[in-house]
C-alpha cells in the first residue's frame, strides 16, 4: 500500500515538476535557441586541445586565427544573445542583427578551418596522413563539422523562434481541482 502512494506521488512530483518547466519556457521561449548555443559552446571548447593540436600539425593559412576567431565569437556571442532577449522585454533588434553576423562568422571561420584541414590532407604533394598518431585530425574535423551544425541549429531556432513560442503559449499548465466546479463566488466587499 505504501509503494503505491510512493509512486502516484512520485508521478505527481514528475508532472509538477514538468508543468513548472513548461511554464517556465512560455514566459522565455528563448532558452530553447540558448541551450542550442551552449551545446555549442562546450562542443568546440572541450575540444579546444584536439583543435589545437591540429593547427600545431597542419599549420596552415590561418588557421589559429579561425580557432582564436572562434573560441572568442563563441563566447560573445552569449553576452550577445542574453542582451538581445532581454527578460520580460521584446527582442532588441540591432543586438539581434549583430547576433546573426556572430553566428555567420562563426560558420565562416569554422569553414576556413575545415578547409585548411582537407588541403593538408588531400594535397597530392606531401599530405598528412592520418593514422594511430594523428588520429586528433579526424576528431577536430569532425568537432568543427559538430560545432557549424550546432550554430546552424542555433540560428534556425532563433529565426523560427515567433512560430514555436505561439505554439508554446498554448499549451494548457492550468492545475484542475477537485471540487472547484462546486464552489459558489465569495463575496470579500465589506459589511454594511
Do not use: W
Amino acid at each position: 500500500m505504501a509503494d503505491n502512494k510512493t509512486s502516484a506521488g512520485q508521478k505527481r512530483g514528475f508532472k509538477e515538476f514538468m508543468r513548472k518547466q513548461i511554464v517556465s519556457l512560455k514566459r522565455s521561449p528563448q532558452r530553447i535557441p540558448l541551450f542550442a548555443l551552449v551545446a555549442a559552446f562546450l562542443i568546440y571548447s572541450l575540444n579546444l586541445s584536439v583543435i589545437a593540436n591540429t593547427t600545431a600539425r597542419i599549420n596552415g593559412a590561418n588557421m589559429g586565427q579561425c580557432e582564436f576567431a572562434a573560441m572568442l565569437f563563441s563566447i560573445l556571442s552569449f553576452v550577445v544573445f542574453l542582451r538581445t532577449f532581454p527578460r520580460r522585454k521584446k527582442a532588441d533588434k540591432v543586438m539581434l542583427v549583430l547576433l546573426s553576423l556572430m553566428l555567420a562568422f562563426l560558420v565562416f571561420v569554422d569553414a576556413v578551418y575545415l578547409i585548411r584541414i582537407e588541403t593538408a590532407v588531400y594535397r597530392p604533394d606531401n599530405p598528412i596522413i592520418v593514422d594511430k598518431n594523428t588520429i586528433y585530425i579526424s576528431t577536430a574535423y569532425n568537432v568543427v563539422m559538430a560545432h557549424i551544425i550546432c550554430v546552424c541549429v542555433t540560428a534556425g531556432l532563433i529565426a523560427l523562434l515567433p512560430l514555436y513560442s505561439k505554439a508554446i503559449r498554448k499549451i494548457n499548465t492550468s492545475i484542475d481541482v477537485e471540487g472547484n466546479e462546486s464552489m459558489a463566488t465569495i463575496d470579500i466587499g465589506e459589511d454594511q
